[in-house]
T-cell receptor
C-alpha cells in the first residue's frame, strides 16, 4: 500500500531551467514532509522539509509547496544545475520527530549542461 | 565526527540462508532505524531501535530482527532468506525525538539473494 506516490519516474531538464517534482500522499495523518536527494552508492541526504501548517518553504534554489487539501506537494529547483542530477525521494511522517518515514518511489532527475 | 557506516557494502547469499548486516551510528546518536529499498522502489521502514529495544516496526515479518548495542551500533538479521529480500538495506541514525531532518543515512548494504 503506497502511501506516498511519485509519478513520472524520470525528468530531464536543461541547465538553468526549472525542475518540478510532484508527490501525492494518501494518509491524512501525515504531518511533516521531506525531500531527500540520493546519488548512486550513497545514502539519501536531506534536502528540504515542510510542516503541514505551512504551504511553502524555501531554501536557496529549492522550494517545496504543500497543498494539504489535495494531499499534494511539489519540489521546485531553480535554476537547475548539473550537480542536481540525482534521484529525489518524497517522504512523509506523522510528526516532525518521528523518524519513521514513508517514502515515494523516487524521481530520477538529469540536468543537461 | 563520523557519519553512519554500514558493513558489508555488498553481500551475496542463497535462498534459505541467514544474513547479518551491521551499522555504526553517527557520533552522539542513540536511535537507529533500518530501511529496505528494493529495486525501483523507495526505502521502506523496517524497524527502529532505541535504548537497545525495538521502538516501532513496519510491515515486515518476524524473520527480520535486529539488535542495538550499548554503543548504539546495530545489527539487522534476516533469517530464511527469500529472493524478494534482494535489496539495498539502509541504516539511519538520529537522536531520539530529534527532527526528521536530523536523520542521517548510511550508504547501505546491497544484498543479493540467489
Amino acid at each position: 500500500d503506497q502511501q506516498v506516490k511519485q509519478n513520472s519516474p524520470s525528468l530531464s531538464v536543461q541547465e538553468g531551467r526549472i525542475s518540478i517534482l510532484n508527490c501525492d500522499y494518501t494518509n491524512s495523518m501525515f504531518d511533516y514532509f521531506l525531500w531527500y536527494k540520493k546519488y548512486p552508492a550513497e545514502g539519501p541526504t536531506f534536502l528540504i522539509s515542510i510542516s503541514s501548517i505551512k504551504d511553502k518553504n524555501e531554501d536557496g534554489r529549492f522550494t517545496v509547496f504543500l497543498n494539504k487539501s489535495a494531499k499534494h506537494l511539489s519540489l521546485h529547483i531553480v535554476p537547475s544545475q548539473p550537480g542536481d542530477s540525482a534521484v529525489y525521494f518524497c517522504a512523509a511522517s506523522i510528526y516532525y520527530g518521528n523518524n519513521r518515514l514513508a517514502f515515494g518511489k523516487g524521481n530520477q532527475v538529469v540536468v543537461i549542461p | 565526527e563520523t557519519g553512519v557506516t554500514q558493513s558489508p557494502t555488498h553481500l551475496i547469499k542463497t535462498r534459505g540462508q541467514q544474513v547479518t548486516l551491521r551499522c555504526s551510528s553517527q557520533s552522539g546518536h542513540n536511535t537507529v532505524s533500518w530501511y529496505q529499498q528494493a529495486l525501483g522502489q523507495g526505502p521502506q521502514f523496517i524497524f527502529q531501535y532505541y535504548r537497545e529495544e525495538e521502538n516501532g516496526r513496519g510491515n515486515f515479518p518476524p524473520r527480520f530482527s535486529g539488535l542495538q548495542f550499548p554503543n548504539y551500533s546495530s545489527e539487522l538479521n534476516v533469517n530464511a532468506l527469500e529472493l524478494d529480500d534482494s535489496a539495498l538495506y539502509l541504516c539511519a541514525s538520529s537522536s531520539q525525538g530529534a527532527p526528521n531532518e536530523k536523520l542521517f543515512f548510511g550508504s547501505g548494504t546491497q544484498l543479493s539473494v540467489l
